[in-house]
Nanobody, 121 residues
């Protein structure tokens, strides 16, 4: 069993920055890759980024590449999503998840509770 607890998020003006955190616990969480997804009202959940505990390798959706950065702190069992140059279209509920590291949400077995990110224009 894996537990994921998110923190961060909030309201920011366009061009601003926010950081999300996702603390993982449980016996097997390091056997999973960590993903970040987001879901805007009326839209499907979409892939944002993925990171591996083992080597910190990352992968990003084209829509956030160059603006968002995912990192991990193995000592704290926490992954982060640093979001810079935010745009109104980044407004969504953001979720961290543990799974296969691919872009499809069906490949993830455990999910955090979600964090609201709102970007005003």
């Amino acid at each position: 069993q894996v537990q994921l607890v998110e923190s961060g998020g909030g309201l920011v003006q366009a061009g601003g920055s926010l950081r999300l955190s996702c603390a993982a616990s449980g016996r097997t969480f390091r056997s999973y890759a960590m993903g970040w997804f987001r879901q805007a009202p009326g839209k499907e959940r979409e892939f944002v980024a993925a990171i591996r505990w083992s080597d910190g390798s990352t992968y990003y959706a084209d829509s956030v590449k160059g603006r968002f950065t995912s990192s991990r702190d193995n000592a704290k069992n926490t992954v982060y999503l640093q979001m810079n140059s935010l745009k109104p279209e980044d407004t969504a509920v953001y979720y961290c998840a543990a799974g296969n590291g691919n872009t499809g949400s069906s490949g993830y077995d455990y999910w955090g509770q979600g964090a609201q990110v709102t970007v005003s224009s």
